[in-house]
Nanobody, 120 residues
């Protein structure tokens, strides 16, 4: 059983910073890309940032220059440093692990989500 557990969400004023963390646990042999997605009320879930095993990062245009994704492969953790937060960044943020190799096969997994609220 693979679990992704996020932490670090909360309430912050516009212009502030938050750091999200996600830890993967279970009988995991390897994980391909890891990333963060977000979903605001009434909207679809959108990509925020992804990072490959080798450290190549990809960002949504809306967060480029403000957010930084990083990863610790040994600890099976992914992080999202969010700076210069805007009200429109308010959403539930979900951790995602792509092509997770476990004893029974390969699959994708999602965390339960962590709320980020940015006030004006």
């Amino acid at each position: 059983q693979v679990q992704l557990v996020e932490s670090g969400g909360g309430l912050v004023q516009a212009g502030g910073s938050l750091r999200l963390s996600c830890a993967a646990s279970g009988s995991i042999f390897s994980i391909n890309a890891m990333g963060w997605y977000r979903q605001a009320p009434g909207k679809q879930r959108d990509l925020v940032a992804t990072i490959t095993t080798g450290g190549s990062a990809n960002y949504a245009d809306s967060v480029k220059g403000r957010f930084t994704i990083s990863r610790d492969n040994a600890k099976k953790r992914v992080y999202l440093q969010m700076n210069s937060l805007k009200v429109e960044d308010t959403a539930v943020y979900y951790c995602h692990a792509d092509r997770v190799v476990v004893p029974t096969g390969i699959g994708d997994y999602w965390g339960q989500g962590t709320q980020v609220t940015v006030s004006s």
